[in-house]
C-alpha cells in the first residue's frame, strides 16, 4: 500500500481541473485517488479529457464526506460558494484545502458579497486562509490548513507589484494593471462569445470598471505597501491565444526608482526563488515564453518623460494562475521541494 | 479613353501597398496606372498578390518622374524618408500626395529627427501638408495637394481623444493609450520574431517608452487641446491576430464627466460621419466587427472609483489605419462621395 | 417607394444568415424587407451582427404568410427539413426560393432520409428545384423558383471534379476528397467542441465514413460523368481558421491525362466566368486568396508515379460555399449581372 | 565529477534543437554537455531560447573533434550532408550518433540524391544505420552507434502503416496519406511564406507530387509489407497550429478487414509500448491531444461503402516526430527506461 499523500479534486472538469490531473497524476509525492463532477459522475477522467485517457480515476458526485474518506487534501475547483460550503466540514474532518476558487482570498465578507452578489457562507473561516502566494506567504502556507491559491490575473500583477510598493519604489496611487489574458481563462465554458469564430481575430477588453479579481489585487497590494487601501484600474482584454496572461502595471516612480532599481527590488525578492525570473534591463516579457510552465517573468521599463515605472509580467493562466501554483502551495505544505512535480 | 483620375502606388509590395491595390481597383472614380517596387519591377501585381491575381498593372522602378507621367495621384506606401524626397519634385509636376508613411506627420523636423534618426529631406514642405484625419480635417483635406495620412495607432487614439479633449470633458496630463495590434502592423517584414511560430500563441508588449507614433498622438492631442503640449505613455503589443487595432485610453476625468457625457460629445462630433460609429453605455469595442472595414467603433465606461474615462477603440490597422483612410482623403480631395469605394 | 426586388433571410441568426445580411445590404438591386429568428424575433439585425449594426430591419417570427407578405424571393438559411415544409406554400403566394439549406439537392428522397434522418416534407418539390451552381447551371437557374444551393464542402469539389469527368480526363472509380474547413463550418453553434481552446491548435477529421455531403457530391459527380453512380471517399476535417475550405481531390487520369490537359480542360469551362479562377500548372491553392470573396481557385498537379491527377481548389465556405452563391444565383433570376453585390 | 552521460546538439539553433534543449536538460540520465552553431557561436542557448534562459550551456563551431571531446552521443539536428560528412569521424572517435536529419533514412544513396539534389557524402555508413522507430526497431536501436531518426510525416504514416501492411489487413497499392502539419515543421525558417500573416487564416497543400519525405515512406512500409516496393501519394499541408501533425492515410482493405480487426492489430504491436495509443472504434485522432508529449495516437475508420481502411494518426512534430523520438532512442541506447525523461 502506497503511503503518497492521497489528493482529491473537487470540481474537476474545467480546465484548472484538468491541469491539475496533468500535474497531480505524474507528481511523485501524491497519489490522486478521488475527482469529482456532477456532470461526469461514473465516467473516468480519461473519458472527458482525452490528453490523459489512461487516468482510470472515477469522477464522483461532491459531498464532504465522500471527499474526507478519500483525500488528505482537496484542491477546490469549484464555482464560487462550493469550497466555502465544504472548508469546514472538510477541515473538521482533517481534510487540508487548496482552494482555486475566489472564497477564501478577500479578507472582508462585505467586499466578497460586492462582487460575487453572494453572501459568504463561512466568514468566521476567512482569517484561517493564507492567501497562496508562495513567493510571497511561503512560511505561512507551510503551516496552514486552509489556501486561498489568487486568481491568475492577481498572480501576474502581485508577484512584481507588491515587492515594488513594499520597497518603496513606486507610489501607491495612480496604479494602472492592464492585463490581456487567453480564452481558457474564461473556463472550459460553453457560451456563443468564446466559440473559435467569435475569438479568433477578435481583441477585446471586459469588466474594465469592477472585474471580480480587482478587490483582490487592492488587497494585496495594500498590504505590501503598508497602507489601509489601494485603488486602481484594471482593465482585462481577451485575446485569441489558448493559454498565458500578460500584465502591464503602470506606477508612478518615487524618487531613486529606475528601470535598474526595480529590477535589483526584484532580484533581490526572488532570486533563489524557483519560479520567478527577471528579465535584464530592457527586455519585456513574452507570454510564449512560460506558457505550460509554472514559471512568472517580469521586466522593468522606466520612461523618464512621464516618470512612470512600466511592468511587464507574464505567466500561463491556468499553471502558475490556478493548477500549477496550487501544486506548489502543496509542496510547501507537504513538505516536498517546492519545485516537485512542476518542472 | 477614361477620364478617371489615374493614381499610383509608390512602394506598392507591402500590406498597406496590397489594400490599397483591393481598394483602388475597385474604386469606381479612379484608376489604377502605376505601381513601384524595386524589387519586384517587371512583375504584375497580380503576380506579387495573388488575391488581385487578375491585376495586370506592372510594377515599375521608382522615381519621381515615372510616376509624375502615369498619374495625377500617388499614394507613398514608402519608408520613411522616401515620400519626402520624392514630394518636392512631385509637387512641382501637379501630383498629389497622399503619404500613409509617417514623413509629414510631425510638424517639427527635430522631432522627426528625434524619433526617426534621419535629418527631413524636405522640412521646408512640412507646413504645407494636413494631417489626414478627414473625420477631423476634412475641410483642409479638400483643399491640400500634400496628405501625411495618421499611423494606424494614432488613428484609433485620436478619434475619440481629440473629441474628448476638445470638449473639456478630460484632463490633459497623465494620458495612457495601451494598444494592441495584429501582425500585419508589423509590416510585410521577413524578421525571425514575425514567423508563424514566434507569433501565435504569444502575447508582448514593445517599444514601451518611444514608439515612433507617440509624438504624432500627443502633437495632434496637444492641438485638440489647445495647449503647448500633451504628455502619455503609449504601451504598443503584438496580438496574434492578422489584422486589427484596439486601444484602451485612460483619461482622468473633469467634473461633469462620465460615460454619458463622453459618448454625447463623440456622437455631436461623429453623427453624419459614415466610417465613426459610438456604441451604447457600456458596451467595448471588439476588433472583429471592424475588420476589412475602414470604420472605427467607440466605446466608454467610467469608472468613479479612480475617476478614471476608459476608452476603448477600434480599428482595421491597415484599412483605417493606413490604405483606406487614405482612399477616404482622396476621395475628398476628388470631390468624390467620401464613402465611394470604401464600403 | 422603391421598385427594387424585396427579399427576406429565414433563419438569419447563423453565419450565412449574417454574410446574406452583408451581400443584401450593400446589394444595389434589392432590399432586405424581412429577416426571421424565432430566438431573437423582436430585435434589430443590427444587435446580433454588430458588424451591421445600423441595419434595423427587425427580425420577425418565421412563417410562410409572414414572409410572403414582405418579400418576393426568400433566402433559406434554416435546418434541414424548415425549407422542404415552407416551399409550397412560398412557391404557391408567387416567391421564390433559394435555399442555402439541404432540403432540395438531392434528387432522390430516400437518400435525404438516409442521411438527414427524417422523412422528406415535400418530395414531390424535389424535381421542379435546380441545382445551384451557377458555373454548371446558370441557363436553368435564371428560370427557377426553387434554387437549391450546394453543400460549401460540395462546391469546392464539384467545381473542378464535374468539368474533369466530364471532359473524360479522370476515372469515375477510386475518387478521394479530402477537405479542410474552417470552424465557421460547423455553423454559429454553443457546443464544447467548438470553444476557442477546444478548436485552436487543433487538427482533426470527423464524419469520414458517412458525412451529410457526401451523397451530393456523388449525385453531381455522376450526372456530370454521364454514369449512374459515382463512390467516392470524403474525409472532412476542422482546422482552426475562421473562413476557407480547402478540398484536395485525387483522381486516377485516364489516358491522354495531364496538369496541363485538365487544366486547359477548366479554362474551356471557365474562362469568362467572373467567380473561378485557373491557377497555372504547378500552383496550388490557398483559401487565404479567396476568404471574403465569392471566388473558387483551381489547381492541378500530375502524380506519373501514381497516375493521380491532383485537384487543388478553395472556397470561402460562407461566401461561395453558401450566402455568396446565393446572392450569385439570385442575380441570375433576377437578370442582375451575375457579378452584382458580389464584388 | 557527474558520471551522466555526455550529450550534445549539433545544429541547436532550430525548433527540433530548442526540443532537444528542453528534452535533455532535464533529462535525470544525461547532461547536456554542447551544443553547436555558427550563427550563435559565443552566445548561450538560454540567450537564443528564452523559454530555457537558465541554460548557461555556450553554443561552440561545429566540427567533429570539439564535439567528440565534449559528448559520448551526438544529437545531429542540421541541414541534409551535414550529418553524413560528420558521421565517420565522430563514429571513429567513438561518438555514437542520433541524427535527426534525413541523412541516414534512405537505403539507397540513389533515391537520396534524386530527392536531396546531393551526392550522399557517405554511402558506405548507410548500411550500419538504424531506422530509429522504436517501437517497430527497437532491438537493433539498443545496440546500434548510428541511428537514422525518422521524419516527421514518416512517423505518423508508419507507426501504423507498417503494421497493417505487415498484418496483411490491407493492400499495398493504391495508399493515399494526407497530412496536416503545424508550421513549426517549416523550421524556425526566415522566409515570407511562413510570416505569421501568411500563415495565419491560410490552408494550403504543397510538394503533393515529390516531397521529400515519400522515399521514406515507401522505403518503410514496403519492407514492412515483405514486398519490393511500395507506391503511394503522399499530400502535405500546411496548417496554422504551431504544433501537430494529422495523417490520414487510406488503404484498401484486404477480405477480413474491419475496423475492429485494424484496431486488434494496432492493439496487439503496441499494447504495452509508452508512447502509442490506440483509439476505440469510431474515434478519429486530435492532434490537441498530443502536442507536447511523445505520444501518437491512432484511430481507425472502415468504409463499407469503398472498403477503405481510413486510418487517423497524430503526434507532435517535434517531440515524436523530431527530437522526443531522439531521446527515446538514445535511452534505448543507453539502457535506461525508455519513457525516462520523456513523461
Known sequence: MSNKTRVGIVGASGYAGEELVRLLTRHPGVELTCATSRQYAGQTIGSLFPRYRECQVCFIEPSPEAIAEKADIAFMATPHCVAAEYAGPLLQKGVKIIDISADFRLRDPAVYEKYYKKVHPAPELIKQAVYGLPERNGDKIRNSSLIACPGCYP???????????????????????????????????????????????????????????????????????????????????????????HSTILFYAKEGCSAEAALAALHKAYDGKPFVRILAPGELADTKHVTMTNVCEIGCAFDARTNRLIVSSVIDNITKGAAGQAVQCMNLMCGFDETMGLI
Open 155 to 245: 498572480t501576474s500583477i502581485l508577484l512584481p507589484g507588491t515587492v515594488l510598493l513594499e520597497a518603496g519604489l513606486v507610489r501607491t496611487d495612480a496604479i494602472e494593471a492592464i492585463s490581456l489574458s487567453g480564452v481558457t481563462g474564461a473556463g472550459r465554458k460553453v457560451d456563443l462569445q468564446y466559440i473559435f469564430p467569435e475569438c479568433n481575430e477578435s481583441i477585446r477588453p471586459y469588466a474594465v470598471t469592477g472585474h471580480r479579481h480587482l478587490p483582490e489585487i487592492e488587497q494585496e497590494l495594500a498590504l505590501a505597501a503598508g497602507v489601509p487601501s489601494v485603488t486602481l484600474n484594471f482593465i482585462p482584454h481577451l485575446i485569441p491565444v489558448n493559454r498565458g496572461i
